[in-house]
């Protein structure tokens, strides 16, 4: 990665700071909350169907990547959204 110059950087810290924000107040507005998971669905069904259309381009297997995949889910834990990891309670069920 490119050394970022200290404008990048306090622009991207500017981001951040408002994008932690915004999530802070959609993790408090339950219905607002509760559509965004559901499109986080579709959106993931989504992305699983243009996977599996770029491993039949590639030659891979569907079926392949369907083993392994199921394989990942039973051997891994959830990983931290980094987009609210930092943020005291977010990710709590509610």
Do not use: H
Not at 25 to 39: G, N
Not at 50 to 69: E, F, L, P, V, Y
């Amino acid at each position: 990665m490119a050394r970022l110059t200290k404008e990048d950087k306090s622009f991207m810290a500017e981001m951040d700071a408002q994008t932690l924000a915004e999530a802070r107040v959609i993790e408090q507005d339950k219905s607002r909350l509760d559509r965004a998971k559901k499109v986080a669905g579709r959106m993931a069904e989504d992305a699983k169907e243009r996977a599996n259309a770029m491993s039949q381009i590639s030659g891979r297997s569907t079926s392949q990547n369907k083993s392994s995949d199921n394989a990942k889910r039973r051997t891994s834990q959830k990983p931290a959204n980094p987009l609210i990891s930092g943020i005291p309670g977010a990710g709590r069920r509610r």
